[in-house]
């Protein structure tokens, strides 16, 4: 079992930045590919970014959006540079047991979310 819990969320303006992390119980964190997804009021969960053999972006977050990750702290983060407020969601934190090359991640674990709040 691996717990995952996400920090850093907040209220913002536009333009701004903010920097998720997720830090990761569990012997095996360096085994995992690592990602972030976040879900909008009244939309589905979508996918951010991901990072195990190579790191993915979405297409919204590809040039704004950095994922990385310390496998000494078990932690993976997110710096997000020039906030818009369709940002705005809760972000969550997933790990996925498989190796990771790319396309669809497909978590075993998710974090329990952080709000990130964009104001325009």
């Known amino acids: 079992q691996v717990l995952l819990v996400e920090s850093g969320g907040g209220l913002v303006q536009a333009g701004g930045s903010l920097r998720l992390s997720c830090v990761a119980s569990?012997?095996?964190?360096?085994?995992?590919?690592m990602g972030w997804f976040r879900q909008a009021p009244g939309k589905e969960r979508e996918f951010v970014a991901a990072?195990?053999?190579?790191?993915q972006y979405a297409d919204s977050a590809r040039g704004r959006f950095t994922i990385s990750r310390d496998n000494t702290k078990k932690a993976v983060y997110l710096q997000m540079n020039s906030l818009k407020p369709e940002d705005t969601a809760v972000y969550y934190c997933a790990a996925d047991r498989s190796p990771y090359y790319g396309g669809q991640l497909y978590p075993d674990y998710w974090g329990q979310g952080t709000q990130v709040t964009v104001s325009s």
């Open positions: 990072i195990g053999g190579i790191t």
């Open positions: 569990g012997r095996t964190f360096n085994s995992y590919a």
